[in-house]
């Protein structure tokens, strides 16, 4: 069975910096691509960042490009969002999102989400 | 930059009844297009891809419909498990999802 935990959350003040992390178990890690969804308070989902399989090709929205960078550890089945400068617009729910297949977007399992808030 | 519409924004149905959805894309993402269920406090859950194809173990009173730029999700007879807020999200281009519909008891 699939299962994603995210972890990692927390507050931290606008201007600094946090990793949240994803543990994965439940399918060949590596073999899939890994996204990073996000969710603000109330609002709607944002996908923000991709990355493949071997980690050596990742994508990201405009919104977070420059500041946040994705990475994973296949040994460790693990993935990491490393954020930077952080706004009080980054305040959301983080989910990880296994992608269907290789870099398709199409996210056919989720963690249950780690929350992050940015004070200003 | 792709935009995604979604209406309604709410919709207020009855159990049993036949509910749809519609997304549209502002160009062309062919039949790239899902369908996502979120409950609150929920992570959302994969109904529907490439347009029309159903999610592993997801209910066969859903279901998809449409290509280019017009899309339906369709609830044959909603049930008390559907209330819940609906995403559509293209995957043409990176990936963007649609505001939501909250489906609601009416």
């Known amino acids: 069975e699939v299962h994603l935990l995210e972890s990692g959350g927390g507050l931290v003040q606008a201007g600094g910096s946090l990793r949240v992390s994803c543990a994965a178990s439940?399918?060949?890690?590596?073999?899939?691509?890994m996204n990073w969804v996000r969710q603000a308070p109330g609002k709607g989902l944002e996908w923000i960042s991709v990355?493949?399989?071997?980690?050596?090709?990742?994508y990201y929205a405009d919104s977070v490009k420059g500041r946040f960078t994705i990475s994973r550890d296949n040994s460790k089945n693990t993935l990491y969002l490393q954020m930077n400068s952080l706004r009080a617009e980054d305040t959301a729910v983080y989910y990880c999102?296994?992608?269907?297949?290789?870099?398709?977007?199409?996210?056919?399992?989720w963690g249950q989400g780690t929350l992050v808030t940015v004070s200003s | 930059d792709i935009q995604m519409t979604q209406s309604p924004s709410t919709l207020s149905a009855s159990v049993g009844d036949r509910v749809t959805i519609t997304c549209r894309a502002s160009?062309?993402?062919?039949?790239?297009l899902a369908w996502y269920q979120q409950k609150p406090g929920k992570a959302p859950k994969l109904l529907i891809y490439?347009?029309?194809t159903l999610g592993s173990g997801v209910p066969s009173r859903f279901s998809g419909s449409g290509s280019g730029t017009e899309f339906t999700l369709t609830i044959s007879s909603l049930q008390p498990d559907d209330f819940a807020t609906y995403y559509c999200?293209?995957?043409?281009?990176?990936?963007?999802f649609g505001q939501g519909t909250k489906v609601e008891i009416k």
């Open positions: 999102a296994k992608d269907l297949g290789v870099t398709t977007k199409i996210f056919d399992y």
């Open positions: 439940g399918f060949t890690f590596s073999s899939y691509a």
């Open positions: 990355i493949s399989g071997s980690g050596a090709n990742t």
């Open positions: 160009q062309s993402i062919r039949s790239w």
């Open positions: 490439d347009a029309s």
């Open positions: 999200q293209q995957y043409n281009s990176y990936a963007l």
